[in-house]
């Protein structure tokens, strides 16, 4: 993996701004009790709705790591990423649909381009996710990567009975192209509980 982050964020590199990225929120899904814990989602909120979101990422400088309190659901008809959430069965099976994933802007696998540069064997089972060179993504000018009306672009769904929290960096680009990036974006969950 070493080889190949550096290279992918030299392809971004051609400008770098900040003022794209507003923050990060953190929204509790309602999960019916399907599953044992609460499914939280979690989204970049950009300043247009045309802004994208193409990678979250950790690097030596600026590592990432989202770890919970207690183990993350990770069903075994799921996957790490989104691309794994198969669209019908999730909508047959309760444990698919609230399963724990990360993503660029999609929640299964209709249409969906994410893909992964992490070592993922620890969140497949249940562990945080964490790294100094790697990251999930998708390719510039994917639509999964805009942001919506909303200005908001999915990144990932966690399900725990435990009490989450991250930390991680955001690359994109704004409408006019030029490439933007947010460092140590953090969050936690301890304030959304009901």
Known sequence: MKKYLPLFVLLFAVSSVCAQFQRVEVE????GGAVAGRTYRIYIVLANDSDQVHMIYGEPAHPMEIKSTKPFFQ????GTTSKQIGRKLAKERPEVRYDSFITIGAEDNYDNNTETLLNTEQFDKGGAISTTDGAWYCLPGSKLGYAGS???VLVAQFTTEGDISGTFNVMGRDKAGAVFQQHTVTFDTKTKKK
């Not at 509790?28 to 999960?31: A, I, S």
């Not at 069903?75 to 799921?78: A, I």
Request: aromatic fraction near 0%; avoid cysteine.
């Open 150 to 152: 909303d200005k908001r």
């Open 75 to 78: 069903s075994p008809l799921g």
């Open 28 to 31: 509790q899904v309602d999960n």
